[in-house]
């Protein structure tokens, strides 16, 4: 039983005592609520006052197993609170109270199960960008590694409902779950889809067959890091040149500043209603556009007179500070 847990039993047996005592001396000896309330608190605490009243034979032998009961419940409670705070369970408690107050107050948020080597990879990039994200893992090696990361997270178990509704998923916009268990992962995304129908769900799959499963159970999008891995290691055989690019593209590579984006237009922005040369993203900014995504249709690397219309997701390549003036038109926002 950890401290928290005795401290509530220490606490409840003290309040019964002290509840037990106050009803015994009001029944055998005819006392009012708050002299049988007083004698019952100077006997549990042993202080050596004189009784209230003179006591009958049947309230010594009640006062006698107050004693015996009552002081070391009352040890027991005493021990249990000073373990408490020495052990700095005291200040925890209190820490994690405003680590879920934070979480409560998140909405549009995504939730990572799991925090491993893939799961702390993806948490860096949210971090970066930044989105807001919540983490949920109940390995306590791992717990600590996030309490020194600094990010937000749930000690549990992500396959059960309490745990992800205290992260959050009502309010939550989508859900990545990257633990090394496909079967977890098919519970996660099982319970996830239950508790909320709209949410994205991004799926990590170990081993070959398992992303039908996890697509049947509810994931939006299955992605395996070995199938990744390997493709990537035969293309940077096969194709060196074009991997360089690719890794300058996603930020792998520190040497030049290119980022590749999507950029949401919403239907105030000025770039509605012009093509791409009319709005003056190359000659401006110095952005390439590598594709339009319109009504879930992608259009790669779209000529120079396709109108952007209102809800189209720019593909746009350039360096970081020009893509932020892009997102700022695209949003209506001022620069």
């Known amino acids: 039983m950890d401290s928290l847990k005795k401290i509530k039993f220490s606490m409840i047996t003290l309040a ?34 004189s009784e209230v009243h003179k006591l009958s034979n049947a309230g010594k032998v009640f006062t006698m197993g107050l004693i015996v009961f009552g002081v070391g419940t009352l040890a027991y409670t005493i021990s249990s609170l000073i373990q408490f705070m020495v052990e700095g369970q005291f200040y925890q408690l209190l820490g994690r109270k405003k680590v879920q107050k934070k979480i409560n107050r998140l909405k549009g948020h995504y939730i990572i199960c799991g925090y491993g080597r893939i799961g702390r ?64 992962n098919v519970f996660i995304i099982l319970t996830a889809r239950g508790i909320n129908p709209k949410l994205y769900i991004l799926a990590r799959a170990s081993e070959e067959g398992a992303e039908v499963k996890l697509r049947r159970a509810g994931a939006n999008k299955v992605v395996s890091p070995y199938t990744i891995g390997a493709t990537r290691m035969a293309q940077a055989i096969l194709r060196p040149s074009v991997v360089d690019f690719i890794d300058i593209v996603v930020g792998r590579n520190d ?24 709005s003056g993203i190359r000659k401006d900014l110095g952005l390439i556009i590598v594709g339009i995504k319109h009504n879930k249709e992608m259009m790669f690397n779209p000529d120079a007179n396709t109108i952007i219309e ?26």
């Open 16 to 49: 019964i005592l002290i509840g037990g005592g106050t009803f015994g001396y009001s029944t055998i000896e005819h006392w009012n609520f708050f002299e049988s309330l007083y004698m019952t608190i100077i006997t549990l605490a042993t202080v050596g006052y």
């Open 310 to 335: 209102a809800g189209d997701i720019l593909i746009a390549l350039g360096e970081y500070p020009d893509i932020q003036k892009l997102e700022i038109i695209a949003a209506n926002q001022h620069l």
């Open 121 to 184: 990879r993806i948490s860096r990039e949210f971090a970066a960008k930044p989105i807001p994200f919540v983490v949920v893992e109940n390995n306590p090696k791992h717990c600590q590694r996030l309490e020194q990361d600094g990010f937000l997270y749930i000690e549990g178990d992500a396959t059960r409902d309490e745990v992800l509704e205290e992260a959050g998923i009502k309010q939550a916009k989508g859900l990545v779950t990257s633990v090394t268990s496909d079967s977890a």
């Open 255 to 278: 040497s030049l500043e290119l980022q590749m984006e999507e950029i949401p237009v919403v239907a105030e922005s000025a770039l509605v209603g012009k093509n791409l040369s009319q």
